[in-house]
């Protein structure tokens, strides 16, 4: 009797004791590890120099002395220095008449080199890939570019793929963001993320400024990354991801439209970059860090300001408008070692910065990876990664491609453009016939 009584009362925990063994357990595998990534980098050959630049600028039948001018202003504030790279038809002359194939080649050149040498350098065998994910924005083919990643690898005939478009230079979170949510629900699985941007077929060649600025901006470059959240991979990963949060600003107009695919007046296809851009990115990285910040800030640094917002706005309801004092601002660096910043633009960097009190410091890899690869589009964020790890910021990680970049003569003593130098005397141009570029 004692016996069966024994069984009776242990039961309900031994119940109670599996469920909590059953949730720790999916727990353990719903862990989101980013085991390694590879950035791409051109051929020297590929590099956009002043030089090479000029003649790009000189090959646009369709520019005028304002245009002129206003690429000299736009290419010397924007933060871009002459190791960027290009795609091969540019080398080529054929920006004005890309080919389908050529957008094809340009994908699948950073494919070859990123996602071979990351499974060389991991030890990770395509056909041990259970996800794959590919990002490109603004080029869509059949087969698909996920597709042709499977093709080239034989992977599994079970891998799951997906293919991202239209979502800019936030894509490669997004793309994290999805291999996180199938985490959750699968257990010992290998990812594959690629990141990248087709310029091939959105080289603008006409006279619209608002669109001549994303040609100033805009360079080659992406990214290969290998996620899991295998118990058995994580002393091996990089980093792990704890939190994720996203912000969506598309129902506000002035967001929704000031970054564009559009056609110009004579139905030339390019990029509409808006005036509104660095205070709409600025506005949506301030969203999403208020919501972000209760996830990962101590408790101190949100009582303070807490407390700070209540003192001024109870002021200002007793003292009416004679009471100033400035707003409080939240000390994003008592959560935060880091700031790994998108490479917008150097306005877009300044106004992130002048938003959340960083210092030169903090701002460092962002501006470095502008100057030395421009905006990669939605694979830049890992290009500033690669900076950080290579000046031993980070723990782990040798820094990628920029080992090959002369790292200790980075920040250089100054960022001023050639351009200047060579293409300044426009400005006291003022009739278009009086053009003569030096050859």
């Known amino acids: ?14 119940y109670l004791f599996c469920i909590l063994l059953n949730f720790f357990e999916k727990r353990r595998h719903q862990n989101c590890y980013i085991l390694d990534y590879q950035l791409y980098k051109p051929s020297d050959d590929r590099k956009l120099c002043t030089e090479f630049s000029g003649d790009i600028i000189r090959r646009n039948k369709n520019l005028g002395l304002n245009e002129y001018k206003f690429l000299l202003k736009a290419i010397v504030s924007s933060g871009i220095g002459e190791e960027t790279y290009a795609p091969e038809m540019m080398f080529e002359g054929r920006e004005e008449n890309p080919t389908h194939e050529d957008a094809i080649h340009e994908m699948e050149e950073i494919f070859e080199d990123s996602i071979g040498k990351l499974f060389q350098r991991t030890g990770i065998r395509p056909e041990s890939i259970d996800v794959v994910v590919v990002n490109v924005s603004m080029l869509t083919c059949m087969p698909s570019l996920s597709a042709r990643i499977v ?4 992977m599994r005939p079970d891998v799951k793929t997906y293919n991202l478009s239209g979502m800019g230079c936030s894509a490669s979170l997004i793309s994290i963001n999805l291999v996180q949510s199938i985490f959750k629900s699968k257990k010992n699985q290998l990812a594959l993320v690629v990141t990248s941007e087709c310029l091939t077929p959105n080289w603008y060649t006409g006279n619209d400024k608002s669109m001549i600025l994303s040609n100033c901006l805009f360079r080659s470059g992406g990214c290969a990354m290998i996620l899991t959240n295998k118990p058995s991979l994580a002393h091996r990963s990089m980093f792990k991801l704890k939190t994720m949060v996203r912000t969506h600003h598309g129902s506000k107009d002035e967001a929704y439209g000031c970054c564009l695919q559009t056609e110009d007046a004579q139905g030339r296809v390019g990029f509409h970059l808006g005036k509104t851009l660095p205070k709409t990115a600025t506005r949506a990285f301030v969203d999403n860090l208020k919501e972000i910040a209760p996830k990962i800030l101590p408790l101190s ?14 002021l200002q309801n007793i003292f009416g408008k004679s009471f100033h004092a400035a707003r409080p601002m939240i000390n994003f660096k008592t959560g935060i070692d880091h700031f790994c910043l998108h490479t917008g633009g150097k306005a877009v960097i300044d106004a992130v910065a002048l938003s959340l009190n960083l210092s030169q410091f903090d701002i460092e890899p962002a501006r470095m990876t502008l100057h030395r690869f421009g905006n990669t589009s939605a694979s830049s964020l890992w290009y500033v990664l690669g900076y950080m790890e290579t000046k031993k910021r980070l723990k782990k990680g040798e820094g990628n491609v920029w080992k090959e970049c002369n790292i200790e003569s980075y920040p250089p003593e100054s960022l001023e453009n050639p351009f200047t130098a060579k293409y300044g005397w426009l400005h006291d141009v003022d009739d278009i016939s009086a053009v003569k570029f030096p050859e």
């Open 1 to 14: 009797m004692d016996y069966v009584l024994t069984i009776v009362y242990c039961f309900p925990l031994f």
């Open 301 to 314: 640094e949100l009582l303070r300001f807490a407390a700070l917002s209540f003192a001024r706005k109870t």
């Open 151 to 154: 093709n080239r690898y034989r």
